[in-house]
């Protein structure tokens, strides 16, 4: 699996997932080949879905109203999103 961790996750998440799992594929926003900082959610939703990145975020306020809107639309979405309560 890919992960992509939103902007506002702690970069220390990363860090530890890839000492404990090296092979693991962990990108942040704003990493080259990843959505630049400040794309809009349901741009960043978007882009997981094409690149088959699962979105880690902790952004419990506009995702959830964006994530609905896009399997609304896209009822056929592969799309993965885990909400975080740290970091």
């Not at 970069?11 to 693991?24: C, W, Y």
Request: net charge negative; with cysteine.
């Amino acid at each position: 699996m890919r992960y992509l961790l939103d902007e506002h996750i702690n970069p220390l998440l990363r860090r530890e997932l890839l000492r404990a799992a090296p092979d693991l594929e962990a990108w942040i926003i704003g990493d080259p080949g990843a959505p630049r900082r400040g794309t809009l959610d349901p741009d960043i939703l978007l882009w997981c879905e094409a690149n088959h990145f699962c979105l880690v975020t902790n952004n419990r306020k506009s995702m959830p109203r964006h994530l609905a809107d896009h399997l609304a639309i896209r009822v056929d979405s592969q799309l993965s999103v885990f909400a975080v309560s740290f970091l």
